[in-house]
């Protein structure tokens, strides 16, 4: 918004009408009385400066944002670790959570570089390579170190879990015949090895205390045979004082 240069539809007639802040405005307010416990994105494909207007135009107005989304379609091509980063500091100004809720990175030949809308790009055929699957595991993992890497970013969100979904493209973490492709054991082995925190055994100080690091999340301290759960949340609690 504002410029609809596709279709006219219910959609387009209706942000017309009443402009940016005040359309999303109106579809906040709705959704949250209808759901006053829902987590409330303003989610975009354009991250150019026309969303970072959008954003501090919407808080400035007083509409409450959860968490800002950023669309991460890469099949022209990986950002790169340093236009990653750049988006993230572009909008890490707001202070506010940050999604990455639309990524893709292909195992297949890359999209031209001329085509400006991706929905353009429509190919009866795009196949995974064994060269691709290679070059987007290693992408793949540059991309996601770099976002968990980051305080603000909270979620990432695969587009396509299989090949041949939007556009047909080869954007999937297992192939059409429902195998694995590199990236996807590449993503298990950061996961449930190295970002997870294995079983552990710790002993106390002398007040009592155990002190560990671990992402946010849900936990379990097993003493004597009895499990304790507790929650890593987002509230930023320091110490958890659990009672045996």
Same mark, same amino acid.
């Given at each position: 918004m504002p410029?609809?240069? !596709?279709y +006219?539809?219910g @959609? $387009?007639?209706i942000?017309?009408?009443?402009?940016?802040?005040k359309?999303?405005?109106?579809?906040?307010?709705?959704?949250?009385?209808?759901?006053?416990?829902? @987590?409330? %994105? %303003?989610? +975009? /494909?354009?991250i &150019?400066?026309?969303?970072?207007?959008?954003?501090?135009?919407?808080?400035?107005?007083g509409? !409450?944002?959860d #968490? @800002?989304?950023?669309?991460?379609h890469?099949h022209?091509?990986?950002?790169?670790v340093e236009?990653?980063?750049? #988006?993230?500091?572009q909008? &890490?100004?707001f202070? %506010?959570?940050?999604?990455? $809720?639309?990524? *893709?990175i292909?195992?297949?030949h890359?999209?031209p570089?001329e085509?400006?809308?991706?929905n353009?790009?429509?190919? #009866?055929?795009w196949p995974t $390579?064994p060269e691709? =699957?290679?070059?987007?595991a290693q992408?793949?993992?540059?991309?996601?170190? $770099?976002?968990?890497a980051?305080p603000l #970013?909270?979620?990432?969100?695969?587009w +396509?879990f &299989?090949d041949?979904g939007?556009?047909?493209?080869p954007?999937g973490?297992i192939r059409?015949?429902?195998s694995?492709?590199?990236a996807?054991?590449?993503l298990?082995?950061?996961?449930?090895?190295?970002?997870w925190?294995a079983?552990?055994r710790f002993?106390?100080?002398?007040?009592? !205390?155990?002190? /560990?690091?671990g992402? %946010?999340g849900?936990? =379990?301290? @097993?003493?004597?045979g !009895?499990r304790h759960p507790?929650t890593?949340?987002?509230?930023?609690?320091? *110490?958890?004082?659990?009672?045996?």
């Amino acid at each position: 918004m504002p410029i609809f240069d !596709k279709y +006219d539809n219910g @959609i $387009t007639r209706i942000c017309k009408d009443m402009g940016r802040i005040k359309t999303i405005r109106t579809m906040f307010e709705a959704a949250r009385a209808a759901n006053p416990r829902a @987590i409330l %994105l %303003l989610n +975009d /494909f354009d991250i &150019s400066p026309a969303y970072d207007i959008l954003v501090e135009g919407c808080l400035e107005a007083g509409i !409450k944002i959860d #968490v @800002i989304g950023i669309q991460s379609h890469m099949h022209q091509g990986y950002w790169g670790v340093e236009r990653t980063l750049q #988006v993230l500091e572009q909008f &890490s100004r707001f202070n %506010l959570p940050i999604h990455f $809720t639309e990524t *893709t990175i292909v195992s297949g030949h890359l999209m031209p570089p001329e085509i400006v809308d991706l929905n353009d790009y429509q190919v #009866v055929d795009w196949p995974t $390579t064994p060269e691709g =699957e290679d070059r987007q595991a290693q992408q793949v993992i540059q991309h996601y170190q $770099t976002l968990v890497a980051h305080p603000l #970013v909270e979620g990432i969100t695969w587009w +396509d879990f &299989s090949d041949g979904g939007w556009l047909n493209a080869p954007a999937g973490l297992i192939r059409e015949d429902g195998s694995t492709k590199p990236a996807y054991d590449e993503l298990i082995r950061r996961v449930k090895g190295e970002w997870w925190l294995a079983p552990t055994r710790f002993s106390t100080d002398g007040d009592g !205390k155990v002190h /560990f690091m671990g992402f %946010l999340g849900e936990y =379990e301290l @097993i003493h004597e045979g !009895k499990r304790h759960p507790f929650t890593l949340d987002a509230a930023g609690t320091r *110490t958890i004082e659990i009672h045996l």
